[in-house]
């Protein structure tokens, strides 16, 4: 197998990693490799820090792994390799009235990536995560030899996978239930959130099966909080392709992130939207992956590139918590035009798991000097409400934190520890957390 020597990052491109990655388009070839210098997985790098990075190590870059294998039409039981992507299998299973039951906000993320942070979508509170539609996963562990585990088989193994951030070995492929797809559009209503208590009030009171808010992150005073809530329910009209894609072919300036520039912007995008709300079908993928249609929108902060900051926060903490964060990103002058607020159920399928009953906030912070602090200040906040921040987006979580999300460590550590005793699949987040408990 060639391995390149290659410098890559994450979506957020404020870390780097340089090592070797390797990229087999085969079975027998990463078989090779597992047999010879197992590595960890990457898929296709849409989580934001160091999650998919191992710097001065090697890496199994999953992406050329992507086929479809089996798929039953009566129950919508769908065997793939980890590489396939979303957005692919939306595309193909869609318009024979299959899609998947989680959706993130990107097509673009790999069945491996889905598992392995156990993704949560915008029908969260009704169909759980990602990792509760695994039915068994094909995985190659530390002696290179492929074990299927399912909630039968190996529990503690199946469930320190999925969520488990890829430290139990390489997912070869999974068998994943898809859902009934009921039509190829949705309809979509939206609504101007005038704050933060409209907002959590419109989302409690949502009979939608997706619903998601953009919030204003520039926004202070009486209008804190404020943004647009969308719900949503899979409508009948025609399934249709996604439309091209467009590239940014380089780096943005940097005073396209300034603060006077976003304030405008959002001021403008929450006009968009009559007072009264409008009515609108879209097409899935529009709705399913709104960013994806520009192809290197992460280009858009600079060559520094941005964090992303995600946390839940349960329900008796989320109003208090929110407007401190809220207050802070404000304050801060280095929000961006990118945050969303959803709410989320009880749904997990891993030890890891980051979902949690209670509302989540996803910020975008441009990688300037003063972004450290600010991580440090909004982590800070998260925890001190009992919540928890996403790994998958994480850049900046002081490990000592990690006890306090309420995960089960412990046993996520011990059986991480008999599965890779040597510590093959650690990573560059998993290091500098010390997630496995090893140092
Ligand atoms: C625009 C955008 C919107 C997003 N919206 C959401 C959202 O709504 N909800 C949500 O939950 N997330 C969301 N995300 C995050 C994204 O869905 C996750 O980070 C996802 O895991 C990315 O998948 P990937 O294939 O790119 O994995 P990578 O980022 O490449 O890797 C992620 C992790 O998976 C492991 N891994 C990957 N493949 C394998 C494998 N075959 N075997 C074992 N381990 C493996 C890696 O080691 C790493 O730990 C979004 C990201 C973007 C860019």
Redesign the pocket.
Known sequence: MRWKETTYS??GRAIKAHGEVARPEKVAALNAIMADAPA?????????GD??LNNGGQATD??R?DRFLNFDFETGLLEAE??A?IGDILNTFGPKGWMPAV????G???????????????NHQIAG??GQHVESIL?VGAAGKPQRVSLKRNAPLFRA?IGG????????TARIRLAKCSGGTMAVQERRMADLDSFMDGFSESNAAYSVGWIDTTASGVNLGRGILEEANISTGEFSAPRKVRSIPFNAPGFLMSKPVIKLFNKLYMRRIPSDGRDRERPLNDFF?P??RILN??RLYGKHGFHQFQCVLPHDTARTKLTKLLEEISNSGLCSPLS?L?QLGAGRGGMMS?PMEGMTL?VDIANKRQAPALLARLNDIALSGKGRV?L??DSSLDPAYLSGMNLELAHYRETVAKADPEAI?A?S?SRRLNLRGDT
Do not use: E
Request: charged share 10%.
């Open positions: 994450g979506w960890p997985a990457i898929g296709n790098r849409r989580s934001y999650t998919a999953m992406t792994l980890a590489g992507t959706i993130p906000g990107t673009f993320a790999t069945l491996g990536g889905c598992i392995a942070n156990d993704v949560h979508g915008k995560s990602f995985l996978t951030l890829g430290q139990t070995g390489v997912i070869l992956f960013l994806d929108w992460n969303v959803k980051f996803a996403y998958a987006k699949f990573t987040q």
